[in-house]
Each structure stands twice: as structure tokens, then as C-alpha cells.
């Protein structure tokens, strides 16, 4: 099994999962509609970019889309999200 580091407050958090000591809260509408929003204005794709890439990159992007069962283009688009936010991680 894989083992990943916890920040501080993770670790509160797991912690009080596994000492049953986590409570649900349900939150409110106003709550729910502000997180939908930013959730909405986050993954809105409106832009367009064109590049040119070589056959063989395309054939292999395709491949590993088909594998994980989505879309080229949204495999395309999440690698470059997580390259502009930091968190594409090096192989």
C-alpha cells in the first residue's frame, strides 16, 4: 500500500476519523451554491489553443486516454492543468 505524507491538519483529521470523534455537519445552501460556483468557474474551459504535435506523441496520448477510458482531449487538458498548478509530478 502506498504511503503518503499528512500535513497537520490531515493528520487531525484522520485522527478523528479513526477515534470516531468526527462529526457531520450538514452545510448550508449559501455554503453548497458558493463551493458549485467555484467548482463551475474553476473547470469552464473557454478558451481554445491549437498546437501541432507529432503522430507518434498523439497515437500514444490516445492509447493512454483509451486505458484510463476518457477523452483525449480532457487527458490533454488535465495534464496541462496540474503542469500550470504545480502538481504534475515528475515519473
Do not use: C
Not at 33 to 48: G, L, M, S, V, W
Request: proline letters at 2%; a positive charge.
Amino acid at each position: 500500500m502506498k504511503k503518503y505524507r499528512l500535513d497537520k491538519e490531515e493528520k487531525e483529521i484522520l485522527d478523528a476519523i479513526e477515534n470516531d470523534k468526527w462529526e457531520l455537519v450538514k452545510p448550508k445552501r449559501a455554503e453548497l451554491n458558493h463551493y458549485a460556483d467555484i467548482a463551475r468557474n474553476t473547470f469552464r474551459k473557454d478558451q481554445r489553443m491549437n498546437i501541432r504535435i507529432s503522430k507518434a506523441d498523439l497515437n500514444r496520448i490516445k492509447a493512454r486516454a483509451a486505458e484510463e477510458g476518457i477523452p483525449y482531449q480532457t487527458l490533454v487538458a488535465s495534464i496541462i492543468h496540474k503542469y500550470a498548478s504545480d502538481k504534475l509530478l515528475a515519473a
